[in-house]
């Protein structure tokens, strides 16, 4: 149970006190009523003694009471009705409220932090006015009179005779037949006569010689004269007297409120609340509403009336100040009033009572049995014991009259209990206990029992331990035998109070639940929530049971009409099963805190408890889900209605994630048109990748340091046209004035039933500023009807289904330039009409389940709040959790920009891998700004081009690609076959000067500029890329203002082509040193060049064959000269699968005259089979060449910038690796033909083969690397090795060519001569451009068995060592001789040629001899 500001040694004495009756006159009640009090209320707060008294027991023995109190109240002559009673305690609990500001007791049990208030004011408030408002009862005198003051005024006419009058009223109400209430103690009942004398008024003189006759009459133990109202009532008194009545009259009760006007005449008040609790001022102002009340009164009107709020009566004596002609002495005299009454006429006639009804128990002890069974029939005449048990076992079973000795025993154990003996108490209970059973008088036995536990417990140092079940005997008996649940609930609010203060917890809880039932529902709320204390009050607390009874007062709080009781223990209880996981408990909670803050016009807590069933995740029904939102749409629409002007509220509904939300700057792309396709650009329906992001990103900052002359300004910032939760959104985002902004909003329905949003738009902030940067005007809201700043996109309906999760576009469009900020969504919340039927759940009242209930709606707002990034920078921010600003929501608004849109015209989604096709691009300028220094930037610059840099060298465009090459064709006379048709073109013409990967390629507008509204066409070649697949290739389009922005100098626009290739041609090619070492010019150095084409397509895109058109070859140094093998065959078809085999002589390109060619000349060379030549060195044919070229030419370019020819070991490497260096691109161009419905088209393509080494085969595109496979790890510790700088053999093979010149066949007449001379030419040609030294060593001979058996031995006759030094490529030649003795087939090539360069020391070998052998045949004549 909860903590009570009274202990249970103090309860109990104050709620059995001696009850002393006053009967006044009608001048006496005047008197009285002069301060607004009755007589008997005049008296209560004095009624408690200030010093201890003293009294005799039966033994004689001094027995000492403290703190005894004395319940005076004016006679009634009917019982109060049961009806009256609950009413009053209903009103009593109803005007008990927690104090406002009260700290309540934090208690921690488990994980739970629980608040709860420790007192139940309420509760003890009810237990005290239960007590004192009990009925006397025939079974037990407890509450029986056992005086009666006689009230008559000095200033009456007779006051004598008056006291006589007062005299036989009081024994006509006690002893006729007639008045079987209220209920006398004795026969013999104290009358004590009482004098009131008004000091301001009255005639002192006069008083004091009536009271000196009452003295004679009544004796002077017998009459008081007591003086009041020493003031005038009028007067206005320095002196603030203070009011003790307040906090008693508080509780009042009707019928002594209708006492004020009525007269005495009406005396029908019953004993006043008179526990001296702390005064409840304040209480006014919080209780607002008549608990009485139908639950649908929620008319709010104000009900501060007193605590106690049906009192209707009091309206007219509302502000009146009681005690008003009282004085501080005059309360003093009360106070002796009271003290000499006990002292002289109360306590004396107790103890004479106890007296004589002990004589008569010890005369009883002494009689026999038989006797004294013969006596108690002849007393109890009236009682038949003999009925069966069945018929005893009730209330009226059995009845004794006043006189039975039984009742004695009980009137002394009362009388004793009264004044606190409770030895004597006990004992007397006791024995009466045992007759009662005996007699089988249950209602008795009980009664005894009751009390007998209460003596027990109560004895000074706790003789014998509380006997707990003789109360539960006691209940059970009045609850199931004699059905009387008043006297049942006393035991138990006893029984409990008692067990709690020896901390049996659980027994006390147990006892308060048993007593709950259907007859009373504000009985069962208390008693269930003190029950709910007891639980948490243990020694480790329960706390789930507390919460659990907590629910269970609350609803029967709410049955009874106490809706803030009910409202409180929901709340309590609700701590508990907050966030716990019990979703469905947590709803019925909030569910009913909501109804019931509704009913007391608490609008924002059930606002609030509403919105939470709606926020969690819940586990209803949708037909129960549905009823939760009607509620809360019907309980808003109410808060809304109080406060129309009021700000927007914030809505639960639907969820918004915040962090989701995106915005895009800029207009929505257009559709294809046709063969019209418009630039893919960004849209908001493209998913974020963070790879393809990072690339746009480096692509405009590599387009940006081309435009700033290879810097990157020190302000930019890469342009970002979609912010999402990936983007940086560090800085404010910039959006151009006249261009839409859209935001993209992510909602989520988390219910079973569709949410209808209604007049869906963005919410805003907006401060115009001028040119120059200042404020112009006030912050704009967003309001309706100021679209001239900010027009706003309503979306009139907007339904989102159940637990769907959808976005809404919304756009905003800003007409001035300045600072906006995006500060959430506003719409209105509803229902669809016919969604859901409510199904069981009651609707508030005027929420009918018509049409009008399922379309409600409520307009209000969701904040967007975005949480920026965790910081993780500094050590303070690693160390502590920090967030960066989010800035996405609130873009700047610049100036006007030109706006570029760009249209495809006949771009192809698919390509044959290197196929060449001619697309157009139109580039227009939707703005009312001229754009300029168009550019366009690629990774994949070898896939498009726009042409060449001049004219001349750029196709005129042709209307259709089947009939028209792409290329530019020149048709020739048939020249001598296979001859190369020579051209020269420079890169620079072409825009890859500078070899870099990445290429920003300027669009080649008019003047430069495209004006506003202005359009225009180019042409652009496209090359299928060489690996088959699905290809992106990204465009990025740059341009600019013609007039400079501060804030953006530069605007983008994307583009990402998907093109899908099939395979198509598959070229090798390799170039080796030609064996006849003198071309026409008598110069060393001719090559062959072999070029392997394999048909790849297997009949993919309808390909029927290809056709060789033309070989043209491209390199600064060399150029083919002339088709070694032509064949028959001179279209070199090639059908599916097959290969073709080509090969060409190549020579060196003809050095210019007079003066060095240029490095960046490139020399080309075309080799046709049929009757027109492509011209190579023009654009597109040179266009892709090049591109393919330039990411090789940079890799050269590194090689060499890092290979510096210094006479060391590693500059004698590089010049001999230089020999075997080629540098030529062979460029093979084809047909395609395709039969496409039923249609023949030509497809042209060329493929690209760069030759570096000799000997090396290259590839049209390099093959695909197989991952290796994994290895186990392997722990060793590296040795230091130094690299060797020794070239490999095929780099020494090439330093010095050698061969040698001889007869195939040589026939000899051996029988003739035995010798064979045969004579051999070695020649020896440097490659190299530096002086080298030679030996040639003959004296080789072949050891290998295998070899000796294959060729047979010869001899090299004369010199067989040779030095000579060749100068740079020359070449020089040697006569040997060969001797050989038999016929056979001889290998010659058996000298060893050592070569070092001249200004070097290490010698190397160049094992030339091992790449060929030169056979020789030697035949007999």
Not at 215 to 235: E, F, H, V
Request: glycine content about 6%; aromatic content about 8%; overall charge neutral.
């Amino acid at each position: 149970m909860a903590q009570c500001v009274q202990s249970v040694q103090e309860l109990i004495p104050d709620s059995f006190v001696p009850c002393v009756a006053a009967l006044c006159s009608d001048e006496a009640e005047r008197l009285t009523r002069l301060n607004h009090l009755s007589f008997a209320e005049l008296l209560k707060p004095f009624s408690r003694l200030t010093s201890e008294v003293h009294m005799r027991d039966p033994n004689n023995q001094l027995h000492i009471i403290k703190n005894l109190k004395i319940a005076v109240s004016n006679i009634v002559t009917q019982p109060p009705q049961p009806g009256a009673i609950g009413k009053l305690l209903n009103d009593v609990v109803s005007g008990s409220q927690p104090a406002e500001g009260l700290v309540a007791n934090v208690i921690t049990a488990g994980d739970y932090d629980l608040n709860i208030s420790a007192t139940t004011p309420w509760f003890e408030s009810y237990r005290e006015t239960f007590l004192q408002s009990m009925p006397a009862s025939d079974h037990e005198f407890l509450n029986h009179y056992l005086a009666c003051m006689l009230v008559a005024s000095s200033g009456e006419a007779e006051p004598m005779e008056q006291f006589s009058k007062l005299s036989q009223e009081q024994h006509r109400i006690q002893h006729n037949n007639d008045y079987s209430y209220p209920k006398w103690f004795i026969p013999n009942t104290l009358k004590y006569y009482v004098l009131l004398h008004d000091v301001t008024s009255g005639d002192e003189q006069r008083a004091e010689s009536i009271y000196e006759e009452m003295k004679q009459k009544y004796g002077t133990q017998g009459c008081y004269l007591l003086k009041i109202n020493s003031r005038a009532p009028n007067r206005a008194s320095d002196e603030q007297i203070p009011d003790p009545w307040s906090q008693y009259l508080q509780k009042n009760s009707i019928q002594n409120q209708e006492s004020y006007e009525d007269g005495p005449c009406t005396m029908i008040s019953r004993k006043n609340s008179d526990s001296n609790l702390l005064s409840l001022d304040g209480l006014d102002n919080e209780v607002k509403d008549q608990c009485g009340d139908p639950p649908n009164n929620t008319d709010g009107s104000d009900h501060a009336k007193s605590a106690s709020s049906v009192h209707e009566t009091k309206k007219a004596s509302s502000g009146v100040i009681r005690g008003a002609c009282l004085t501080l002495t005059d309360h003093d005299r009360i106070r002796q009033f009271i003290q000499e009454f006990t002292f002289r006429g109360l306590l004396p006639h107790i103890e004479k009572t106890i007296r004589q009804l002990n004589d008569q128990l010890i005369s009883r002890k002494g009689l026999s049995r038989s006797l004294f069974s013969a006596t108690k029939k002849w007393f109890s005449g009236s009682k038949v014991p003999e009925k069966s048990i069945n018929e005893l076992k009730n209330t009226s079973g059995l009845l004794y009259p006043p006189e039975a000795p039984e009742l004695q025993i009980r009137k002394m154990a009362d009388l004793c209990f009264l004044v606190q003996h409770y030895d004597l108490a006990y004992s007397c209970y006791h024995t009466a206990k045992k007759d009662f059973l005996n007699d089988q008088a249950m209602l008795y036995a009980a009664g005894a029992l009751e009390m007998a536990a209460v003596s027990a417990f109560l004895q000074p140092g706790a003789p014998r331990p509380y006997p707990a079940h003789y109360m539960d005997t006691a209940i059970q008996t009045y609850r199931d035998i004699c059905k009387n649940m008043v006297l049942a609930e006393r035991c138990v609010l006893l029984s409990a109070e008692i067990l709690k203060s020896q901390s049996k917890y659980s027994e006390a809880a147990a006892l308060l639940i048993r007593l709950t039932s259907e007859d009373s529902d504000l009985r069962s709320a208390l008693l269930l929530e003190q029950a709910a204390h007891c639980f948490i009050n243990m020694k480790s607390p329960m706390v789930r049971k507390y919460a659990f009874h907590m629910i269970l007062a609350g609803h029967r709080f709410s049955k009874a009409g106490q809706k803030k009781h009910a409202l409180r223990c929901y709340c309590q209880a609700m701590q508990v099963y907050k966030g716990k996981g019990w979703s469905l408990a947590e709803d019925h909670i909030n569910f009913t805190i909501g109804r019931q803050s509704y009913t007391l016009r608490q609008l924002d807590n059930a606002v609030s408890a509403f919105r939470h069933i709606l926020i969690n995740e819940s586990k209803q029904s949708a037909a129960q889900q549905g009823a939760f939102l009607r509620e809360y749409l019907y309980v808003y629409k109410n808060v809304n209605q109080l406060s129309p002007d009021g700000p927007l509220p914030q809505l639960p509904l639907p969820y918004i994630n915040s962090s989701a939300t995106r915005v895009f700057f800029g207009h929505d792309r257009r559709p294809a048109d046709g063969e019209k396709q418009a630039a893919t650009h960004i849209s908001l329906d493209q998913e974020y990748d963070s790879e393809s992001s990072q690339q746009w990103r480096e692509l405009e900052e590599h387009v940006v340091a081309v435009a700033n002359k290879g810097v990157i300004p020190s302000g930019f910032y890469p342009t970002q046209y979609c912010l999402n939760s990936y983007s940086d959104n560090s800085r404010f985002p910039l959006a151009v004035v006249e261009e839409p902004i859209t935001v993209e909003v992510a909602f989520r329905n988390p219910l079973k039933v569709p949410l209808l949003l209604s007049d869906l738009s963005l919410l805003w902030k907006f401060q115009p500023k001028d040119a120059s940067g200042k404020d112009i005007e006030k912050v704009k809201e967003r309001v309706t009807g100021e679209p001239e700043m900010i027009g706003t996109e309503v979306i009139s309906e907007f339904l989102i289904n159940s637990e769907e999760s959808k976005v809404a576009r919304l756009k905003l469009f800003p007409h001035h330039i300045g600072e906006l900020h995006i500060m959430g969504v506003v719409y209105n919340l509803g229902t669809i009409q016919g969604s859901v039927t409510v199904d069981g759940i009651g609707v508030l009242p005027g929420c009918h389940t018509g049409k009008h209930s399922l379309s409600m709606s409520v307009r209000g707002r969701q904040d967007l709040e975005i949480q920026g990034p965790r910081l993780n920078n500094t050590k303070e921010e690693k160390t502590s959790v920090k967030y960066g600003p989010d800035r996405r929501l609130d873009p700047i608004i610049t100036e006007e920009m030109p706006l570029l849109e760009v249209f495809f015209i006949h771009f192809p989604t698919g390509l044959l891998c290197g196929e060449i096709r001619k697309a157009y691009v139109e580039f227009v300028n939707v703005s009312k700004c001229p754009l300029t220094g168009l550019k366009v930037v690629s990774k994949r610059p070898e896939f498009f081009t726009f042409g060449g840099n001049t004219a001349a060298l750029t196709p005129l465009s042709p209307s259709t690609s089947e009939n028209c090459s792409a290329y530019k064709t020149v048709v020739t006379a048939s020249p001598s076959l296979g001859t190369a048709f020579v051209s020269t073109a420079s890169s620079v013409d072409f825009g890859t000067g500078t070899g870099q990967q990445l290429e920003a390629i300027p669009v080649p507008l008019p003047d430069s500029v495209l004006l506003p509204g202005a359009s225009i066409q180019l042409p652009m070649w496209l090359r299928g890329p060489d690996e088959e697949g699905v290809h992106e290739i990204n465009f990025l389009f740059y341009y600019e203002s013609v007039k400079k922005q501060p804030k953006k100098r530069h605007r983008i626009l994307r583009h990402t082509a998907v093109i899908c290739t099939s395979r198509s041609l598959n070229v090798r090619a390799t170039v080796c040193r030609s064996n006849s070492l003198e071309d026409e010019e008598g110069r060393g150095g001719n090559m062959l060049v072999f070029v392997d084409v394999e048909n790849t397509n297997t009949s993919e895109a309808g390909v029927k064959e290809f056709h060789m058109v033309q070989v043209s070859s491209s390199s600064k140094h060399w150029q083919l000269h002339k088709s070694v093998n032509i064949s028959e065959n001179k279209d070199a078809k090639l059908a599916s699968r097959e290969k073709g085999k080509f090969c060409f002589k190549a020579v060196r390109c003809k050095q210019k005259e007079g003066g060095i060619q240029s490095s960046e000349k490139y020399t080309f060379a075309d080799i046709i089979f049929g009757n027109e030549q492509i011209i190579s060195s023009a654009s597109p044919c040179a266009d892709f060449f090049y591109r393919s070229l330039s990411s090789e030419l940079k890799k050269t370019q590194d090689q060499l910038s890092t290979y510096p020819e210094k006479h060391t070991a590693e500059g004698a490497v590089r010049l001999i690796e230089k020999c075997s260096e080629v540098d030529l691109s062979i460029v093979i161009l084809w047909k395609a033909f395709v039969v496409e419905d039923n249609k023949q088209l030509i497809l042209e393509g060329q493929h690209h083969v760069v030759l570096r080494t000799v000997g090396k085969e290259a590839f049209s595109h390099s093959k695909k690397q197989e991952p290796p496979e994994m290895e186990l790890l392997k722990f060793f510790r590296p040795e230091n090795t130094t690299v060797s700088t020794r070239p490999s053999v095929e780099q020494l093979s090439n330093l010095i060519k050698t061969s040698l010149h001889y007869p195939e066949s040589f026939h000899h007449p051996f029988h003739q001569k035995s010798l064979c001379l045969v004579p051999v030419t070695l020649l020896l040609s440097n490659c190299s451009k530096a002086d080298v030294d030679v030996i040639v060593d003959l004296r080789h001979k072949t050891t290998s068995p295998e070899a000796l058996e294959t060729h047979g031995s010869f001899t090299w006759l004369g010199q067989t060592q040779y030095k000579l030094q060749l100068k740079s490529q020359e070449t020089h030649s040697l006569q040997l001789k060969a001797c050989f003795v038999h016929t056979g087939v001889y290998n010659l090539g058996t000298p060893r040629v050592f070569a070092k360069l001249s200004d070097q020391v290490t010698v190397f070998e160049t094992s030339q001899q091992n790449s060929m052998p030169a056979l020789i045949i030697i035949n007999n004549v």
